[in-house]
């Protein structure tokens, strides 16, 4: 009988570590989709992740677009859409891996790659927009380089003085000048001298069979300065790779391999990509594991951890957590919020429209979205608006404090609206005041087995 309790209350309490796990997790930050190869971008105050899609069930890298996640908070991030695909290169065909944007003079340029109709290999392009979140368009109508198989993983970086670098590259390492349009080459590709002082091993057409070396660059280089001193991030060591570096005084070398910053660990993905970026005074390391639902080495998600670099500018070692990083910012719940600003959630999904943007749909009994950090004031609201919709039955929409079986402070009846995308804004009164910082649980609840309703914006009013 007390084994039988005592096991009984072992899974009572392991089901309630993993929901309150599942409930405190912020690693992967996206949720809604599989998202890889992150690259950061700070502008105007926001934080914005440029990323892969890895599609679901995949295996291999069938990658077909670059999406865009933004942050002002470092918890809540809002889904960008795809505003660049493979169909945004008339050359390219295939695989749409590694990219990051920059900002030069206003423009915003995205250096991606993809494999080349043109050459039947990998080519490194650029794509152009206005805004951090576009429109882009392909900027030149070709590659930048062509060719070579190695050509993935593009970096950029601009110096203080203005001067622009690319580099690149698996297994070797390309680099390259850009001219100040952003849009062409200052002279010859080249490619960088691997030896064992610079990144732990020869150059890959001369490392030796059987030698343990101190470390192999793979690929995902990520170039960035801090003082005086420029860094190159790559994941290192084969398959499975780890993150390390290299330090140097100049943008073009010579570097001096540094060690490991991201070693192997449990990751659930053979492969790791990183970007570095400050953001609001704290020091942010981006990277992919396969750790969300379904995910693996194929399916895999953008995660993020905060570190200090070492008194020396050196890196620490940084550890993947599912914790992930603390806020350095609230959300006002008195302006429009988008659906999908989302700082966890389970079950549903999000889709594009080109009238309305991106919204929440595939939403089932017991799915949530759980927003951070929303700060209500010394006032309570009095109403909460939300803009739903549905082409089946509808379901009951909730709004929860703090957990997904916190207090209801609002709820909304969903009816069917005529379809997934006819949309109808519902009013409801605050049940209970709230004031204060909380987080909020948006609850999805009807009939088992079905989809309920979509989701497009929300807002409270006093
Ligand atoms: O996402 C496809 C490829 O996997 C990237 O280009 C590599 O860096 C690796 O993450």
Known sequence: MYMKNQFLKSIVSGAFLMSVGMLQAQNP??????????????????????????????????????????????VNWTDHGSPLALESFAWADDRAWAAQCIERNGKFYWYICAHSKLTNAMAIGVAVGDSPTGPFKDAIGKPLADGDWANIDPTVFIDDDGRAYLYWGNPEIFYAELNDDMVSLKGEVRKVEQTVE????????????????KDTYTEGPWLSKRGNKYY???????????????MSDKPLGPWKYMGEIMPLQDTGSFTNHCGVIDYKGNSYFFYHTGKLPGGGGFGRSVAVEQFKYNADGTFPIINATREGVK?????????RVEAETIAFSEGIKSEPNAKTGIYISNTHNGDYIKVREVDFGTKSPSKFTATLASALRGG????????????????????????????????????NPVTGVHDIYFVFK?????????????????
């Open 327 to 335: 806020p350095v910012g609230t959300l006002n719940p008195y302006q």
């Open 29 to 74: 930050i996206v949720q809604t989709l599989y998202t890889t190869d992150p690259a950061p971008m700070v502008h105007d105050g926001t934080l914005y992740v440029y990323t892969g899609h890895d599609e679901d069930k995949a295996d291999f890298f069938w990658m077909q677009e670059w999406r865009i996640y933004s942050t002002r908070d470092m």
């Open 232 to 246: 190159l991030l790559y994941a290192a060591g084969g398959i499975p790779e780890h993150i390390a570096y290299s």
């Open 198 to 213: 610079s990144f732990g091993a020869p150059n890959p057409k001369l490392r030796q069979k059987g030698v343990k070396y």
């Open 396 to 431: 009951t929409f909730e709004v929860r404090t703090d957990s997904i079986d916190g207090t209801v402070i609002a709820q909304i009846v969903v009816p069917h609206t005529g379809g997934w995308e006819c949309w109808k804004s519902f009013e409801a009164d605050i049940k």
């Open 446 to 462: 009807g009939r088992k087995g079905c989809e309920l309703f979509n989701f497009d914006w929300w807002q409270f009013y006093k």
